[in-house]
């Protein structure tokens, strides 16, 4: 089975502070894309960062950065000075070149404290 | 936002009504996509499309029915609501085949009871 797995349901961090979503996927493949994407309440589904797997260079967006470990199938998502407007639900996302998928994981709720 | 637009937002329907969900894109994208998300499942691809009348199964196909008479229009048919098909619908687009950026509508939330 194709899986992106987050273990981590819920996740908090402290306003200003650093947090380090976790990610891990399964496939056969060499070539394929990882995402981020953002779902607030407003149920907005918002791509925050991509990383292509032939890429060996971390992507980083802003205070979003990845560390991509692609021999342990590993993706996590860091997020650097977390502001109340980062609190949201996280997907890990993976898909395949050529393919017409994007595998979900179930997701990471994220609180900010004040 | 990508120029997509999903409607209804929100429908309550009963059990064995059939249903229909529109998705309507201004960006000229080849792909469009229907998913479901559902908790502890994430978002599962339900159809998907290539092109005007070219449509093919996803993972969770089993009930639905899509068509796609032009390029802009996308429509995802419940043809006998169940309580199972309880979702939120998203509907999303790309303009490549390999789902490199995926776009997303703002959802529907359908209950069916």
């Known amino acids: 089975a194709q899986t992106v797995t987050q273990s981590q349901p819920e996740m908090s961090v402290q306003e200003a502070e650093t947090v380090t979503l976790s990610c891990t996927y399964d496939t056969s493949e060499s070539d394929y894309y990882l995402f981020w994407y953002k779902q607030p309440p407003s149920r907005q589904m918002i791509l925050v960062i991509r990383?292509?797997?032939?890429?060996?260079q971390n992507a980083t967006e802003n205070r979003f950065s990845v560390n991509f470990q692609k021999a342990a199938k590993s993706f996590s998502l860091k997020i650097s000075d977390s502001q109340l407007g980062d609190a949201a639900m996280y997907f890990c996302a993976r898909s395949e070149t050529g393919a017409n998928n994007l595998f979900f994981g179930t997701g990471t709720r994220l609180t900010v404290i004040p | 936002d990508a120029g997509i637009t999903q409607s209804p937002r929100h429908k309550v329907t009963e059990t064995g009504t059939p249903v229909t969900l529109r998705c309507h894109q201004t960006e000229n994208h080849r792909y469009m996509y229907w998913y479901r998300q559902d908790p502890g499942h994430g978002l599962r691809l339900i159809h998907y499309s290539y092109g005007v009348k070219d449509t093919d199964k996803g993972e969770v196909s089993d009930g639905y029915s899509v068509s796609r008479s032009k390029t802009e229009d996308f429509l995802l048919t419940l043809e006998s609501a169940t309580s199972s098909q309880t979702s939120v619908y998203f509907c999303?687009?790309?303009?490549?085949?390999?789902?490199?950026?995926?776009?997303f509508g703002s959802g529907t939330q359908l209950s069916v009871l």
């Open positions: 999303a687009i790309s303009d490549g085949a390999s789902n490199e950026k995926l776009f």
């Open positions: 990383q292509e797997a032939y890429k060996q």
